[in-house]
């Protein structure tokens, strides 16, 4: 492949839109588009370059990171009454994402819009970031399992899923106590029809938990994993083809996914930590009340 | 019939199963938000809400299938 490594270097300087090195990994038979890193690992080579591969998500986890910070530090450095245009943006981001939990959880959701917008907001520039010409998106990140199957197991997804897993099981033992948490496990068995039901609804329940984390964490890696092989593909087309943006259009279905993907991840969260607070049983359903007691009165 | 023509043949009928079965969901989840969208169009902007999420989770189910095409695609030779 090093024809498409050198096309990738005379585009750098050209900086064409979207160009770069696509490397057919034969193992895998997958395409992947280069970043940087890796660009860097294959030119250096040795036991730096293979220093780069090995630390190559952490690189890029740093940089979001930095990223993300760097603007919400900007937009907070001197906090005036009447906002400027970066410290508004920043703002509004989070009043829509605060608006956006507690219309689930209710006022008293306030506690957990720290957890679940810093994951929104952390996701959705992750899988943005993989967007820009010679990076990667961690969470398109797998490893691929030994053996005769090459399985791609997703790493920074399932993470994510496994953050979300253990917080709602804690925010569940913790806001009803480990009976109640039981009792809520078991189906919560309040007549004789309900108890001899539990030892049933029990494992039903512990499965329906522990899906979750796996549901959550395959939905993002195939989504934003199979856009972005989607857009190698087309890569890898207009390099053959006198370098036609094939993939311009398929970058934008990938931005409307991305932020598509963050949304679900961060409301499906949302829900399950909703299911995890007691019920009261006058409130069926979080967040209509306000209509549903305009209509009481009104009806 | 060796293993690698039996993947060849199956691997995009199974792809094309899935896409048929998810765009028969989405479109149902779609009309019936359009629906709900003409009885009270001031409510668009949340049905719209509720609409993302749940056509994100219907495409989930194709994408999963889309995986392990790209999987076992690399087993033909």
């Given at each position: 492949m090093n024809f498409f490594v050198s096309v990738a270097h005379a585009s750098e300087e050209a900086a064409h839109e979207g160009a770069g090195a696509v490397h057919a990994a034969h193992k895998e038979g997958v395409q992947h588009l280069a970043n940087f890193v890796t660009l860097i690992a294959d030119a250096l080579g040795g036991p730096v370059g293979e220093f780069l591969r090995t630390t190559e998500n952490l690189i890029f986890t740093v940089l979001t990171i930095g990223v993300l910070c760097l603007i919400f530090y900007l937009g907070s450095r001197r906090i005036t009454l009447v906002p400027g245009r970066l410290q508004a943006a920043c703002e509004g981001v989070v009043e829509g994402l605060n608006g956006f939990v507690c219309g689930i959880l209710?006022?008293?959701g306030r506690t957990y819009t720290p957890f679940l917008g810093t994951m929104f907001l952390y996701i959705w520039a992750m899988n943005l970031i993989g967007?820009?010409?010679?990076m990667k998106s961690n969470t398109a990140n797998s490893i691929t399992l030994p053996g005769p199957v090459p399985l791609p197991v997703p790493t920074t997804t399932v993470a994510l899923a496994l953050i979300v897993f253990v917080v709602v099981q804690a925010i569940g033992i913790r806001k009803q106590g480990i009976t109640g948490y039981l009792d809520h496990m078991a189906g919560s068995p309040r007549d004789a029809f309900g108890w001899v039901m539990a030892p049933l609804m029990f494992p039903i329940h512990l499965i329906g938990e522990l899906a979750k984390p796996f549901s959550l964490t395959f939905r993002l890696f195939c989504n934003i994993m199979g856009g972005h092989i989607l857009v190698a593909v087309f890569v890898g087309m207009a390099v053959g083809a006198a370098?036609?943006?094939?993939?311009a259009p398929f970058l934008l279905f990938e931005i409307a996914t991305s932020t598509i993907q963050a949304f679900v991840f961060t409301l499906l969260s949302t829900v399950y930590i909703a299911m995890m607070l007691?019920?009261?049983?006058?409130?069926?359903?979080?967040?209509s009340e306000g209509s549903r007691h305009a209509q009481v009165n009104h009806g | 019939m060796t293993y690698q023509t039996a993947l060849a043949i199956f691997l995009p009928v199974a792809l094309a199963f899935a896409a048929f079965g998810s765009a028969l969901g989405l479109g149902k989840a779609v009309s019936s938000a359009m629906e709900a969208t003409a009885r009270q169009p001031e409510a668009s902007g949340k049905i719209l809400v509720n609409m993302m999420a749940g056509c994100a989770l219907i495409e989930a189910l194709t994408l999963y299938v889309l995986i392990v095409v790209f999987v076992l695609s690399g087993k033909i030779s």
């Amino acid at each position: 492949m090093n024809f498409f490594v050198s096309v990738a270097h005379a585009s750098e300087e050209a900086a064409h839109e979207g160009a770069g090195a696509v490397h057919a990994a034969h193992k895998e038979g997958v395409q992947h588009l280069a970043n940087f890193v890796t660009l860097i690992a294959d030119a250096l080579g040795g036991p730096v370059g293979e220093f780069l591969r090995t630390t190559e998500n952490l690189i890029f986890t740093v940089l979001t990171i930095g990223v993300l910070c760097l603007i919400f530090y900007l937009g907070s450095r001197r906090i005036t009454l009447v906002p400027g245009r970066l410290q508004a943006a920043c703002e509004g981001v989070v009043e829509g994402l605060n608006g956006f939990v507690c219309g689930i959880l209710g006022p008293e959701g306030r506690t957990y819009t720290p957890f679940l917008g810093t994951m929104f907001l952390y996701i959705w520039a992750m899988n943005l970031i993989g967007l820009v010409p010679l990076m990667k998106s961690n969470t398109a990140n797998s490893i691929t399992l030994p053996g005769p199957v090459p399985l791609p197991v997703p790493t920074t997804t399932v993470a994510l899923a496994l953050i979300v897993f253990v917080v709602v099981q804690a925010i569940g033992i913790r806001k009803q106590g480990i009976t109640g948490y039981l009792d809520h496990m078991a189906g919560s068995p309040r007549d004789a029809f309900g108890w001899v039901m539990a030892p049933l609804m029990f494992p039903i329940h512990l499965i329906g938990e522990l899906a979750k984390p796996f549901s959550l964490t395959f939905r993002l890696f195939c989504n934003i994993m199979g856009g972005h092989i989607l857009v190698a593909v087309f890569v890898g087309m207009a390099v053959g083809a006198a370098f036609i943006p094939f993939q311009a259009p398929f970058l934008l279905f990938e931005i409307a996914t991305s932020t598509i993907q963050a949304f679900v991840f961060t409301l499906l969260s949302t829900v399950y930590i909703a299911m995890m607070l007691p019920h009261d049983p006058k409130h069926e359903e979080h967040g209509s009340e306000g209509s549903r007691h305009a209509q009481v009165n009104h009806g | 019939m060796t293993y690698q023509t039996a993947l060849a043949i199956f691997l995009p009928v199974a792809l094309a199963f899935a896409a048929f079965g998810s765009a028969l969901g989405l479109g149902k989840a779609v009309s019936s938000a359009m629906e709900a969208t003409a009885r009270q169009p001031e409510a668009s902007g949340k049905i719209l809400v509720n609409m993302m999420a749940g056509c994100a989770l219907i495409e989930a189910l194709t994408l999963y299938v889309l995986i392990v095409v790209f999987v076992l695609s690399g087993k033909i030779s």
